[in-house]
């Protein structure tokens, strides 16, 4: 099955850019998400991707998708300390969100 | 707004009692899930329903089974609970089965002692 890796912590300085990364193995994976979840609170969608896109800008956040290496980035310009949460990969067939896969979360820590 | 509630924010349950984690969603939603999250393990699916009545195994159902009465509610059962069950609980739905958004709840942190 399906398998969405990405690194445990990252640390930034205020006002900085943060790239988080994530890799998946399944090639067919048609959408790959990213996530959001603040202390104390659920998942939030911050934005998706399709697979036949190489990016996608929505105001501070820009995706950028290598299919050929199964690599998805999400980076975060001008980092604020309200950024600080743990984001979510996670990648999924079509066909609903029982296919979908998330990653173990990357904790980004924005320092004042 | 959209919102999907979980009646619990913390619960403490003992070893071997039956518990119930409730979420219900305001959205009219076919999909409804429950996830675990469990540190370093990101989230696994426990069930799924698509519509009333209806449910499917996730990836961990072992342990647990579900209840769909009504669109909207859709109830988490832990038939006899074990310290290994202790964990973030996390509600989600979504509009359709090709939707590209879940909405998520509060989630539940489980402690069974």
């Known amino acids: 099955g399906e398998d969405v890796e990405q690194s445990l912590f990252l640390s930034v300085r205020e006002g900085d850019s943060s790239v988080i990364n994530c890799t998946y193995t399944?090639?067919?994976?048609?959408?790959l998400y990213w996530y959001k979840q603040e202390p104390g609170a659920g998942l939030q969608l911050l934005t998706y991707?399709?697979?036949?896109?190489d990016m996608k800008q929505d105001q501070r956040l820009t995706v950028l998708l290598n299919k050929k290496d199964k690599h998805l980035s999400l980076r975060i310009a001008d980092t604020q300390t309200g950024d600080s949460a743990i984001y979510f990969c996670?990648?999924?067939?079509?066909?609903?969100?029982?296919?979908?896969?998330f990653g173990i979360g990357t904790k980004l820590q924005v320092i004042p | 707004d959209v919102k999907v509630t979980q009646s619990s924010r913390y619960l403490v349950k003992r070893t071997g009692e039956k518990v119930f984690l409730e979420c219900v969603q305001d959205?009219?939603?076919?999909?409804m899930f429950w996830y675990r999250q469990d540190p370093g393990l990101g989230l696994r699916l426990i069930y799924f329903?698509?519509?009333?009545?209806?449910?499917e195994k996730g990836d961990i159902p072992e342990g647990y089974s579900v209840s769909r009465e009504k669109k909207e509610r859709f109830s988490l059962i832990l038939e006899s609970a074990s310290t290994n069950q202790t964990s973030m609980y996390l509600c989600?739905?979504?509009?359709?089965?090709?939707?590209?958004?879940?909405?998520f709840g509060q989630g539940t942190r489980l402690t069974v002692v």
């Open positions: 399944d090639s067919s994976s048609t959408y």
């Open positions: 996670a990648a999924g067939l079509s066909g609903g969100y029982q296919k979908v896969t």
């Open positions: 329903s698509y519509d009333v009545k209806m449910k």
């Open positions: 991707i399709f697979s036949n896109m």
């Open positions: 959205m009219d939603h076919e999909n």
């Open positions: 989600a739905s979504s509009l359709e089965k090709e939707n590209t958004e879940a909405f």
